[in-house]
């Protein structure tokens, strides 16, 4: 490393001894992204709509990374982060271009690995679910009135009425008729999507918060191997003969 | 040339050795493409050039473009995506609507911590293989799409060690990194395209739009998480832009930097959190302005500012803002039916008495 990419905030904490979340913390190349020193002005909890109705604060983020104290860092990996409702404001205003919401993402995805996460994403098993088995994220079907009884009346008729109101708004348009998932995401997508969870060691993690979801992406990648194996061998051919 | 603008350099200095260069990312991912290390999908036809940060060029394609859906739209407020389409399809622009794509993911990530940056990037780099190998122009419909790919593509090119890994994922499903020359967001495009679609509007319907007050209000992630690659700079006017150019009056209000308190979790389990938001958001604008409707970009905002004026009685408030996309308000000039082809009738805030007094029939 050059002296010009060296980042003294960080390494002064690096060379500090810390605590096995910290460290942890610190694997993450973002944070040396985003962290820059802290002058304590406020400027990014002055802007933090989490800042405004929870116990949390980004400058206290910043503040609690530099000091390393495993304590602290424990008690906002077991609820605190969850508070934050990542929208970059504290990024955006702050005067040293810190990003306590990228801090934030690093330790959330700390947290779920460290099982930390369970009561955290409690009702989140529909989302989770969906992603892994449809390949996208949110289906019409998911929005029901009983769900979200604050959305108001005109939920209850829109949800009796879908079916027809989306066959008329897409006629014409294969595959957005649909009310399980987002759009018709072919077979063989979905299969990359699983695997792309697989390769990367993300489906694993899952584990820790949903061990079921894990069965049932590794049973329906199974199901489906041979053909899509063997699809996925002649696209890499294919590839193999355009570098030629 | 846009890459003239890349040596210039900032004072900014963040202690000792740490000097911050402004630069443009396309140069460094040009410099990675002669290496060898990356592939670039450069524009296919023509494109218009807008200003960024800086005043460097961000060149917006005006044809060919891959439509990158929006998982919470096409669910949720089906009627953005058709009115996407209807706009190309009244200005003859070609467009693909994939079902060989996946969900960016990034919803998910911010809201869980499931997933991990590898995964995320691998998701980005498969959906912009999917635009390459079919001959488009990748283009976003999602404002956490956008911010996503923005931040992706910021990492892939700023670390080795990430863009291996993200290889290694892509080379077992026999596909290669290929990073598109340019991130765009639709709102982007529609804003690049205003005075395309004011001249194709239809007449009467200008005359309905011709006067409304409005008010408009930006994705966090379309223009906090990565601040540098959006049309305006840091004070967005992609939305305003094309709204005024069609006729709008665009009112400012002193709260439009807040954000509409979606928070991507909170919607889902915390939604406490946002009606609270909502609440500071909503006051403001109706004692400031009290506007015939709420424009807006991203799936996340046009959900909550939609779903949570309602609830709002219950603190003693009566909320009624229409919320209009972009690209709604965009199809309507053009002569959209607003239920068939504009799919306001998705939205649970009444857009009837803004329809009425636009002058546009909906039964």
Same mark, same amino acid.
């Given at each position: 490393?050059?002296?010009?990419?060296?980042?003294?905030?960080?390494?002064?904490?690096?060379?500090?001894?810390?605590?096995?979340?910290?460290?942890?913390?610190?694997?993450?190349?973002?944070? &040396?992204?985003? *962290?820059?020193?802290? *002058?304590?002005?406020?400027?990014?909890?002055?802007?933090?709509?989490?800042?405004?109705?929870?116990?949390?604060? %980004?400058?206290?983020?910043?503040?609690?990374?530099?000091?390393?104290?495993?304590?602290?860092?424990?008690?906002?990996?077991?609820?605190?982060?969850?508070?934050?409702?990542?929208?970059?404001?504290?990024?955006?205003?702050?005067?040293?271009?810190?990003?306590?919401?990228?801090?934030?993402?690093?330790?959330?995805?700390?947290? @779920?690995?460290?099982?930390?996460?369970?009561?955290? *994403?409690?009702?989140?098993?529909?989302?989770? &679910?969906?992603?892994?088995?449809?390949?996208?994220?949110?289906?019409?079907?998911?929005l029901?009135?009983?769900?979200?009884?604050?959305?108001?009346?005109?939920?209850?008729?829109?949800?009796?009425?879908?079916?027809?109101?989306?066959?008329?708004?897409?006629?014409?348009? %294969?595959?957005?008729?649909?009310?399980?998932?987002?759009?018709?995401?072919?077979?063989?997508?979905?299969?990359?999507?699983?695997?792309?969870?697989?390769?990367?060691?993300?489906?694993?993690?899952?584990?820790? @918060?949903?061990?079921?979801?894990?069965?049932? @992406?590794?049973?329906?990648?199974?199901? &489906?191997?041979?053909?899509?194996?063997?699809?996925?061998?002649?696209?890499?051919? &294919? *590839?193999?003969?355009?570098?030629? | 040339? !846009?890459?003239?603008?890349?040596?210039?350099?900032?004072?900014?200095?963040? /202690?000792?050795?740490?000097?911050?260069?402004?630069?443009?990312?396309?140069?460094?991912?040009?410099?990675?493409?002669?290496?060898?290390?990356?592939?670039?999908?450069?524009?296919?036809?023509?494109?218009?050039?807008?200003? =960024?940060?800086?005043?460097?060029?961000?060149?917006?394609?005006?044809?060919?473009?891959?439509?990158?859906?929006s998982?919470g739209q096409c669910a949720n407020l089906p009627g953005v995506p058709r009115s $996407?389409?209807?706009?190309?399809?009244?200005?003859?622009?070609?467009?693909? $609507?994939?079902?060989?794509?996946?969900?960016?993911?990034?919803?998910?990530?911010?809201?869980?911590?499931?997933?991990?940056?590898?995964?995320?990037?691998?998701?980005?780099?498969?959906?912009?293989?999917?635009?390459?190998?079919?001959?488009?122009?990748?283009?976003?419909h999602?404002?956490? !799409?956008?911010?996503?790919?923005? +931040?992706?593509?910021?990492?892939?090119?700023?670390?080795?060690?990430?863009?291996?890994?993200?290889?290694?994922?892509?080379?077992?499903?026999?596909?290669?990194?290929?990073?598109?020359?340019?991130?765009?967001?639709?709102? +982007?495009?529609?804003?690049?395209?205003?005075?395309?679609?004011?001249?194709?509007?239809?007449?009467?319907?200008?005359?309905?739009?011709?006067?409304?007050?409005?008010?408009?209000?930006?994705?966090?992630?379309?223009?906090?998480?990565?601040?540098?690659?959006?049309?305006?700079?840091?004070?967005?006017?992609?939305?305003?832009?094309?709204?005024?150019?069609?006729?709008?009056?665009?009112?400012?209000?002193?709260?439009?930097?807040?954000?509409?308190?979606?928070?991507?979790?909170?919607?889902?389990?915390?939604?406490?959190?946002?009606?609270?938001?909502?609440?500071?958001?909503?006051?403001?604008?109706?004692?400031? =302005?009290?506007?015939?409707?709420?424009?807006v $970009?991203c799936t996340g905002?046009g959900t909550?500012?939609d779903k949570?004026?309602?609830?709002?009685?219950? =603190?003693?408030?009566?909320?009624?803002?229409?919320v209009v996309f972009?690209?709604q308000?965009?199809?309507?000039?053009? /002569?959209?039916?607003?239920?068939? +082809?504009?799919g306001l $009738?998705f939205h649970v805030? #009444?857009? +009837? #008495?803004?329809?009425?007094?636009? /002058?546009?029939?909906?039964?």
């Open positions: 490393m050059s002296e010009e990419t060296k980042n003294p905030i960080t390494e002064k904490i690096e060379s500090t001894k810390g605590g096995h979340f910290y460290k942890e913390i610190m694997k993450d190349f973002r944070i &040396k992204e985003s *962290l820059h020193g802290c *002058l304590n002005c406020g400027t990014c909890v002055a802007n933090c709509p989490a800042a405004a109705f929870y116990d949390y604060s %980004p400058r206290e983020v910043c503040q609690m990374i530099i000091e390393g104290d495993e304590e602290t860092i424990e008690e906002y990996m077991k609820g605190k982060i969850w508070n934050c409702a990542q929208c970059y404001s504290c990024k955006y205003r702050c005067p040293k271009e810190n990003s306590a919401a990228d801090i934030v993402m690093a330790m959330r995805e700390i947290a @779920v690995r460290e099982g930390l996460a369970a009561e955290a *994403l409690a009702g989140y098993t529909r989302i989770a &679910k969906l992603v892994l088995t449809r390949g996208n994220q949110l289906a019409p079907d998911m029901s009135p009983d769900a979200f009884p604050d959305w108001g009346p005109r939920m209850i008729e829109l949800s009796s009425k879908k079916m027809e109101m989306r066959e008329e708004l897409f006629e014409g348009f %294969p595959g957005m008729n649909v009310v399980d998932r987002a759009w018709a995401a072919e077979d063989y997508t979905i299969y990359e999507m699983q695997k792309i969870w697989e390769e990367s060691g993300a489906l694993e993690k899952v584990g820790t @918060v949903f061990p079921f979801l894990v069965d049932i @992406v590794q049973e329906d990648m199974e199901d &489906k191997a041979e053909e899509m194996e063997a699809k996925i061998q002649e696209k890499k051919e &294919k *590839l193999e003969a355009s570098k030629k | 040339m !846009s890459y003239e603008i890349n040596d210039v350099k900032t004072g900014i200095n963040h /202690g000792k050795g740490m000097n911050y260069h402004v630069h443009d990312i396309r140069a460094e991912m040009k410099k990675l493409e002669e290496e060898g290390e990356i592939k670039i999908a450069h524009l296919i036809g023509p494109y218009k050039e807008e200003e =960024v940060m800086y005043g460097i060029k961000k060149r917006v394609p005006l044809d060919m473009h891959y439509q990158h859906k998982c $996407n389409f209807y706009y190309r399809d009244k200005l003859g622009i070609k467009y693909y $609507n994939d079902m060989q794509q996946t969900s960016c993911t990034a919803w998910n990530y911010h809201a869980s911590g499931l997933g991990n940056l590898v995964q995320l990037a691998s998701v980005a780099a498969r959906n912009w293989h999917r635009a390459y190998e079919e001959g488009y122009n990748f283009t976003i999602c404002v956490t !799409s956008f911010g996503n790919y923005l +931040e992706m593509r910021h990492l892939l090119v700023g670390n080795k060690e990430l863009r291996d890994s993200v290889k290694k994922v892509l080379a077992k499903l026999g596909r290669e990194l290929v990073i598109p020359e340019e991130i765009i967001h639709d709102s +982007e495009i529609a804003y690049a395209l205003r005075d395309k679609i004011l001249a194709s509007a239809d007449p009467k319907r200008l005359e309905g739009i011709k006067g409304l007050r409005a008010v408009e209000h930006y994705g966090c992630h379309f223009f906090k998480q990565v601040s540098d690659d959006i049309i305006g700079g840091k004070r967005p006017i992609v939305v305003g832009g094309l709204a005024s150019t069609l006729g709008v009056q665009m009112e400012e209000y002193s709260k439009w930097f807040m954000c509409c308190g979606f928070g991507f979790r909170h919607i889902l389990v915390n939604r406490e959190f946002t009606r609270s938001a909502q609440n500071i958001k909503l006051k403001a604008i109706k004692q400031e =302005v009290d506007p015939d409707m709420i424009l $970009n905002c909550t500012f949570t004026q309602w609830i709002q009685k219950v =603190v003693g408030e009566d909320y009624h803002y229409p972009y690209s308000l965009a199809a309507l000039a053009l /002569g959209a039916h607003p239920f068939k +082809e504009a $009738n805030t #009444p857009v +009837e #008495p803004l329809l009425d007094k636009m /002058g546009i029939a909906y039964n």
